[in-house]
């Protein structure tokens, strides 16, 4: 991780920690040698590195992790620049940690990072959303945030939605997962017990708990005045079914296996399968396998399958 702040706590004493990268933010200065000496103690520790790259992070610090893999020449280091919330971010790390105990090799576990973002429900309750770009805000809703005691409910991740809280919304609703979640709520300068009421309700969470808000979130969210939320699969076997269920296919760049599209070590994306006219005849070379593949997000009616106990 790039903060210490996104590392959640475990939920029991068996999932690893996570490690902090330092990188160069605003004043703040490192020297490239001590991010070179970090990462090639953790190559030498763990063997491969996955990175979870806010995508607020800034452009020096991103430019930092880039300059460190390029000089190292390492195959072994993903970095995944992912849209997601800070707290859906930590959430998604706190699932891979989860993960790395089963037997999914680290390729897999990289690329099971785009898939799993999908099944996180991060949003935040906010103040204003007169500055929010992260999604689409109408001049209507600009105009409200002008409005004293205003607050706005805003879902990022997996699909963008905003409602205007209090009586002028009264009936509004955030579209939720269908499947059970547990619900991490991380509390900013704002005052509203909507998220651990009216959201957990309607969204039927099996829990809630609370988290620091992270120090990115205030950037992320364009104000300080927030409380972040993320709905997540908690169940490490629901995890790993969901993982397992997708189709692993083998990086033709680098050689690690895959699941979805592209890899998440090299970025190289999945060779399409050869057109049924290049492909020989079944009288010249016997039975094919089927060579269909999945994109990485499951259909509705496998995730059905996949989540359901």
């Given at each position: 991780m790039t903060a210490p702040d996104l590392i959640l706590p475990p939920p029991d004493q068996h999932t690893p920690p996570a490690a902090v990268l330092q990188t160069p933010q605003?004043?703040?200065t490192r020297p490239l040698e001590a991010s070179l000496s970090d990462m090639h103690a953790l190559l030498e520790q763990h063997g491969y590195v996955i990175v979870l790259c806010p995508a607020s992070l800034p452009s020096q610090a991103l430019h930092r992790l880039h300059t460190v893999r390029g000089v190292l020449e390492s195959d072994r280091i993903a970095l995944l620049d992912l849209d997601l919330p800070p707290l859906g971010l930590a959430v998604l790390a706190l699932q891979l940690r989860q993960l790395?105990?089963?037997?999914?090799?680290?390729g897999v576990l990289a690329s099971a990072a785009r898939l799993l973002s999908h099944y996180i429900y991060a949003g935040a309750v906010l103040n204003s959303v007169t500055k929010l770009d992260r999604v689409p805000v109408s001049l209507r809703?600009?105009?409200k945030s002008w409005v004293p005691g205003s607050q706005f409910a805003v879902l990022a991740n997996p699909k963008a939605q905003l409602i205007r809280l209090g009586s002028?919304?009264?009936g509004a609703k955030l579209e939720g997962p269908g499947f059970g979640t547990r619900l991490i709520v991380a509390k900013g300068q704002l005052?509203?017990?909507w998220i651990t009421g009216s959201l957990a309700r309607s969204w039927q969470v099996q829990g809630v708990a609370e988290a620091p808000l992270p120090a990115e979130s205030t950037r992320w969210w364009a104000t300080g005045k927030l409380i972040e939320f993320a709905a997540a699969i908690p169940d490490i076997s629901v995890l790993y079914q969901l993982v397992s269920s997708v189709k692993r296919e083998e990086c033709h760049w680098c050689g690690l296996e895959l699941?979805?599209?592209?890899c998440g070590?090299?970025?190289a994306p999945l060779l399409d399968s050869p057109s049924p006219s290049a492909l020989p005849s079944s009288s010249q070379s016997g039975n094919h396998e089927n060579h269909s593949r999945p994109t990485g997000v499951l259909t509705s009616g496998q995730q059905r399958k996949a989540i359901s106990p």
């Amino acid at each position: 991780m790039t903060a210490p702040d996104l590392i959640l706590p475990p939920p029991d004493q068996h999932t690893p920690p996570a490690a902090v990268l330092q990188t160069p933010q605003g004043r703040t200065t490192r020297p490239l040698e001590a991010s070179l000496s970090d990462m090639h103690a953790l190559l030498e520790q763990h063997g491969y590195v996955i990175v979870l790259c806010p995508a607020s992070l800034p452009s020096q610090a991103l430019h930092r992790l880039h300059t460190v893999r390029g000089v190292l020449e390492s195959d072994r280091i993903a970095l995944l620049d992912l849209d997601l919330p800070p707290l859906g971010l930590a959430v998604l790390a706190l699932q891979l940690r989860q993960l790395s105990l089963c037997d999914f090799s680290p390729g897999v576990l990289a690329s099971a990072a785009r898939l799993l973002s999908h099944y996180i429900y991060a949003g935040a309750v906010l103040n204003s959303v007169t500055k929010l770009d992260r999604v689409p805000v109408s001049l209507r809703q600009h105009a409200k945030s002008w409005v004293p005691g205003s607050q706005f409910a805003v879902l990022a991740n997996p699909k963008a939605q905003l409602i205007r809280l209090g009586s002028a919304g009264q009936g509004a609703k955030l579209e939720g997962p269908g499947f059970g979640t547990r619900l991490i709520v991380a509390k900013g300068q704002l005052q509203s017990d909507w998220i651990t009421g009216s959201l957990a309700r309607s969204w039927q969470v099996q829990g809630v708990a609370e988290a620091p808000l992270p120090a990115e979130s205030t950037r992320w969210w364009a104000t300080g005045k927030l409380i972040e939320f993320a709905a997540a699969i908690p169940d490490i076997s629901v995890l790993y079914q969901l993982v397992s269920s997708v189709k692993r296919e083998e990086c033709h760049w680098c050689g690690l296996e895959l699941i979805g599209d592209r890899c998440g070590f090299c970025s190289a994306p999945l060779l399409d399968s050869p057109s049924p006219s290049a492909l020989p005849s079944s009288s010249q070379s016997g039975n094919h396998e089927n060579h269909s593949r999945p994109t990485g997000v499951l259909t509705s009616g496998q995730q059905r399958k996949a989540i359901s106990p």
